[in-house]
Each structure stands twice: as structure tokens, then as C-alpha cells.
């Protein structure tokens, strides 16, 4: 059981952390709260198994064309859809959900409601002492944190990351300095589409594809993010873990736990909040009036 | 006899210059009229059934409209309210078998209560953390539901409540006059000072608070009335139906009441109940034409009209057919030249 925490733990975990990571970021940068985030993380992963059963390509060139594909619908999306619209923010919202629903709705016709799945990339599994590990749910593990470390390098360690982190920053100010705030948006939302699309192509051999998938994690990366303080990428990316370890132990531990791993992870987010009313690590955005 | 003239004469002149002045109040009345004469027409049992769900989901929305259109507090979890009241409905009727004279206004009191246990802790939040915080509250509600099926019969939920009332008509005529009601009441509400107050918290709130109000008793009085008329509409909902289930606490109820008002339009009133009125129907319309593909068609209509009309339907179509006069504020028939007050150019 220690060892089905630990692992469900990191696995929960750093999906939740690509996800929340990625919103983070994009609310951070436009301000927007994305409601098709984790329908986009869907596509990736029906993307891959129609890649995989429709059009036999092998493995690794359908995640990759299906991480690219996912991108390119989420930032043709945005131009399309939310760009115009981008001053009136309850319209913004209802668009992201209807964006949301409309992709859900799509798979829903296309392939039913069935529970479809992928075959592992990696199959077999190795021993750690007497604990038995997946070699899929570490190759998952290994993707997960590179993601997670390219991301970081990019926003921190380059002058595009750096133009980035600046509109979040003021975005009016960006603009004065002569940072492009349009481009800039774009290619935050490209590396928050492209994160979500490696959770997706990460879920999808290790949990079934179906046309309400994106529902529970949506409502996990929304804890999380605020857990860890709106726009904080580093309190997203502590967050994730606590709550994908809180869902893995009251899933295992707690009688009739799966029904309340929701619940649990939700009950933690509002008790920390209680005390911090800015999240593990708000940043403090100055009111914006 | 003559002061009886006088006042005919009286009421009529007010109803023309008042009323049939604007087009606008014009349609409201042809709404309410066409609304109320609906079963001296038509005995259909499945357009009176739409209607009388559309009537529910007017009040519910129109409540959203009340609590996050005027205040600013977005409120994504509101189904809450609706599912606490629906379900302290039904057991309370199931269980100690008291009639829904007595049950629908419990369900609204529980309404009130849970907007006071939601709301005390969530205001010292702002913006999109209260938020995406008020998400969380129905789903951890919901995990609850289904762990006790011994209390709240889990996924299949209370069944067996008393009907609303003998026949079909009545409860249409019930519903659609409490609707009718209930949407005035909050529209005098938004009208009053209070509603001054809430508008002003949600343009600018340290402005307000400079001004000497409290502002956080405003936004928890908003988070009551929100409730409680969520409430009404909940209990309502539970009789109507005879069953009460866990979909009365889902994610995508509260996502629907945010998608029926801003289409709508927020900060109306009007436009929230006209917006279910327009998107309810629609969607069992399309049920009949293509039942697979109707919420794609449905997600999609919305947002090709939000993308033309950010503000809302109503709004949008209030001012192609009405014009505000720039000096004295009053809204006059666009073909008018001239302000029908003051006389003042219209362009």
C-alpha cells in the first residue's frame, strides 16, 4: 500500500503540475482563466489514440504530432475566440467553458462515451528493493520532470522567459519597455498548451481516454493553482504534489475514498486558505483598478 | 363616477407614456402576458413541463445575477445553494413527511445558512480566488452525497416527494407567477439603495469602503440573498421533479447558470431570466432535432454570440432599438430624433 501512495503520489502529482503549472503561467501572463485548459489536455490524449488506431503511426510520432496538433488548436483558438473579446471578462470565461464543452462534445460524437485506451510506451517493470515499479510510470515520472525543468529554464534562464515573466509582472510597463505583450501572450499560451498536451500524452497510456476526463482534473489544477497563490509558478508546482499525495493517501487509506479524494483535496485547499488568504505563495498582485 | 373616470383615465395615460412608450417595457409586458395565457391555449404536457423547468431556472440564474453579476463576486459554485435546498427539501419531505408549504421554505432557509457558512470565510478572498474557491464547495458536497448513500441515497438520490400540486396547470401557474414574483422583488432589490451599494462594490470597492460603508456585511447580505433565492428555486426543483439526485450539485449546473446569464447579459436581472428563456428551450429543441449533437450545437451558438455581443444579448439588442438621452439619462425609441423628456438631440 506504502508503495501504491508513493507512487500514484508522484504520478498524481506531477500531471497536476504540468496542468496547474501551465494555467499558472497563462493566467499570469493574459490574466486568463483558462476553462478549456484541461479539455485541450483531452485532445492530446484522443489525439494520440486516434494517431495510434486510425492511422497506425507508431508511438512516439503521435505524441509528438499530437502535442504539436494541440497547440496549434489552442493558439488558433485564442485568435479566434478570445482575442476579440479579450476586454469583457465574464464573456471570456463563458467562451473558455464553451470552448470546453464544445471539444468535450466533439470526442463525445466521435467515439462515444467509451473508456478507449493506449497501449504503454514502455512495458515490464523492475524492482527497487521489494517494491515492484513500472517501467511506464517511470518513463511517465522521467517526461513529467523534464517538461517541468525545460519550463523552468525557459522562463528563467533566457530573455524570452524573461520578457515573459516581465508582462506578468505590469503589463503596461512590458509594453512601455518595448516587449512585444501580444507576442509575448502567444508564447506563454504555446508553452501552457504544449504542457498540458505532455499530461495529456502522459495520462494516456496510463489511464482510460474518455470524453469526460478533463473534468476532475480541471478541478484539481483550479485547487492547486490557487493553493499555491494565483500567478505563483513555484507555489502551482508545491501544491500539485500536496494534493496529488493528499489524493493518492485518502483514495488508499480512507473507506469509500475514492468518492472523497475530491473532497479531501478541495477541505485542504479552504482550511489553507483560511489561514492565507493569498495561497502558499500569492503573489501580490496590486489591485488592479 | 367621475373620480372613477379620472382614475381609468389616469391609469391609462400613465400605462401609455410609461409603458408602451419603450420598447423595451413593451415586451416584458407581452412576455408576462404571453407567459400567463400560455395553458388557456395549449394543455401540452411537455411544452407546459420546459416551461415550467425554464420558470426554475430563471429564478436560479437571475439569483447568480443578484450575487456575481452585481457584486463582482464570481460565484462558480452556485448549483450549491440550489442542490443544499433541493436536498434539505426532499429529505425533510421524504423523511418527516411535512407538506412543500413547509419544505420549500426550509430549503431556502438552508439556502441562506449556506451562503452565510460559504460566504463568511470566502470573502476575506478576492477576485479569482473566490472564485475558483466557491468551485470547490459543491463538489466537496457532492464527494459527501456519495460516501452516506444510507442518509442521501447516493448516486440515485431522494425520490418520492410529494407533487407540487394536483395538475400540471397548477403547477405552472405556481411556478411561473412565483417566478415572475421573485425576479421583481430582486429587481426592486438591485433597484434600491442597497443595489446602489452592491453596483458601487463591484466598480470599485476601496472607494466604497472610503465612503463609510462595510462593505463586507454588503457582499455577505449578496451571498444570502443569493442563496436564498437559489434556494426557492432549489426546493421548487426538488417537488417538480419528486426526485432529488447528485446533478443537482454538478460542476456543470454552476457552469450553465454562468453560461444562461452572461448571454444574457449580467447586471440586469432581465437579462439572465431572458437569457434561460431563450437557452432552455433551445436546448430541448435540439434535443428533438439531433440528440447527440445537441450541447456541440448549443456551446457553439454560444459562443459565436458572445463573440458579436460580449456584453450580452439583451444589452446588445436594448441598445439597437433604444437610445439613452446624453442629458437627462432617459431611454427613448431609437427612431426618435429627439429625447422624448427634454427634447434634447438623441445623436
Known amino acids: 500500500m506504502g508503495q501504491d501512495i508513493v507512487v500514484n503520489g508522484l504520478i498524481n502529482g506531477s500531471i497536476y503540475a504540468l496542468l496547474a503549472v501551465g494555467f499558472s503561467l497563462i493566467f499570469g501572463v493574459a490574466r486568463l482563466v483558462n476553462i478549456a485548459h484541461t479539455a485541450l489536455y483531452m485532445t492530446a490524449a484522443y489525439l494520440i489514440y486516434i494517431g495510434l488506431n486510425h492511422w497506425g503511426i507508431s508511438s512516439l510520432l503521435a505524441v509528438l504530432s499530437s502535442i504539436l496538433f494541440t497547440v496549434a488548436l489552442g493558439l488558433v483558438c485564442y485568435q479566434l475566440f478570445i482575442k476579440p473579446i479579450r476586454e469583457h471578462e465574464a464573456a471570456v470565461l463563458i467562451a473558455t467553458i464553451a470552448l470546453a464543452m464544445i471539444i468535450q462534445e ?78 509575448e501572450i502567444m508564447v506563454a499560451l504555446g508553452i501552457s498548451v504544449g504542457m498540458a498536451a505532455v499530461a495529456g500524452a502522459i495520462v494516456a497510456p496510463l489511464s482510460v481516454i474518455d470524453p469526460h476526463m478533463w473534468l476532475h482534473p480541471l478541478i484539481m489544477m483550479l485547487a492547486i493553482v490557487v493553493l499555491g497563490g494565483l500567478g505563483s509558478i513555484k507555489g502551482s508546482f508545491i501544491a500539485s504534489y500536496i494534493l496529488g499525495f493528499a489524493e493518492a493517501v485518502v483514495v488508499f487509506v480512507v473507506p469509500m475514498g475514492a468518492f472523497l479524494k475530491g473532497s479531501v483535496a478541495l477541505s485542504i485547499m479552504i482550511l489553507v486558505l483560511l489561514i492565507r488568504p493569498e495561497g502558499l505563495f500569492g503573489v501580490a498582485f496590486e489591485e488592479e483598478r | 363616477m367621475g373620480l372613477i373616470w379620472f382614475y381609468i383615465r389616469k391609469t391609462f395615460t400613465l400605462f401609455r407614456n410609461e409603458v408602451l412608450v419603450l420598447p423595451s417595457r413593451t415586451a416584458v409586458l407581452v412576455f408576462v402576458v404571453v407567459l400567463l395565457l400560455i395553458p388557456v391555449f395549449t394543455h401540452d404536457p411537455y411544452l407546459l413541463r420546459i416551461l415550467i423547468l425554464t420558470s426554475v431556472f430563471a429564478i436560479f440564474a437571475a439569483s447568480w445575477d443578484l450575487l456575481s453579476g452585481f457584486t463582482g463576486q464570481i460565484n462558480f459554485g452556485h448549483a450549491l445553494f440550489f442542490g443544499v435546498a433541493a436536498y434539505t427539501s426532499g429529505l425533510i419531505n421524504v423523511n418527516a413527511k411535512l407538506p412543500h408549504l413547509l419544505t420549500i421554505p426550509l430549503g431556502a432557509v438552508a439556502g441562506v445558512l449556506t451562503g452565510l457558512i460559504v460566504g463568511i470565510p470566502c470573502l476575506r478572498l478576492k477576485g479569482t480566488y473566490l472564485a475558483l474557491t466557491t468551485l470547490a464547495f459543491p ?88 442563496g436564498l433565492f437559489a434556494g426557492i428555486a432549489g426546493g421548487l426543483y426538488a417537488h417538480i421533479m419528486r426526485t432529488v439526485g447528485p446533478s443537482t450539485l454538478e460542476v456543470s449546473l454552476s457552469f450553465q447558470v454562468i453560461i444562461w446569464s452572461v448571454f444574457g447579459g449580467i447586471v440586469s436581472i432581465y437579462g439572465p431570466v431572458a437569457g434561460v428563456f431563450i437557452l432552455f428551450p433551445l436546448a430541448e429543441f435540439l434535443r428533438l432535432l439531433w440528440p447527440e449533437g445537441r450541447m456541440l450545437i448549443y456551446a457553439i451558438l454560444v459562443l459565436l454570440v458572445l463573440l458579436y455581443m460580449p456584453e450580452g444579448l439583451i444589452p446588445w439588442i436594448r441598445d439597437r432599438i433604444e437610445k439613452e438621452c446624453p442629458r437627462c439619462k432617459v431611454r427613448s425609441v431609437a427612431t426618435r430624433k429627439t429625447c422624448r423628456v427634454c427634447t434634447a438631440s438623441l445623436d
Open chain 2, 139 to 226: 463538489i466537496i458536497l457532492m464527494g459527501l452525497v456519495f460516501a452516506i448513500p444510507e442518509v442521501t441515497g447516493g448516486e440515485l438520490g431522494v425520490s418520492g416527494l410529494d407533487r407540487l400540486s394536483a395538475s400540471r396547470i397548477h403547477d405552472y401557474y405556481i411556478t411561473v407567477i412565483l417566478m415572475l414574483v421573485l425576479t421583481s422583488i430582486m429587481w426592486k432589490i438591485t433597484d434600491s439603495n442597497t443595489g446602489i451599494i452592491l453596483h458601487a462594490i463591484r466598480e470599485d470597492e476601496v472607494a466604497v469602503r472610503a465612503g463609510g460603508i462595510n462593505t463586507t456585511r454588503y457582499k455577505l447580505l449578496a451571498f444570502c440573498l443569493g
Open chain 1, 106 to 183: 466533439i470526442f463525445l460524437l466521435g467515439f462515444g462515451g467509451h473508456y478507449l485506451g493506449v497501449p504503454p510506451l514502455a512495458t515490464g517493470y523492475f524492482m527497487v528493493g521489494s517494491i515492484k515499479v513500472a517501467n511506464q510510470h517511470l518513463l511517465a515520472l522521467g517526461v513529467a520532470v523534464l517538461a517541468l525543468v525545460a519550463t523552468w529554464l525557459l522562463l528563467f534562464k533566457t530573455r524570452i522567459g524573461l520578457a515573459i515573466r516581465c508582462t506578468a509582472q505590469d503589463r503596461e510597463v512590458a509594453n512601455l519597455m518595448g516587449i512585444n505583450v501580444n507576442r
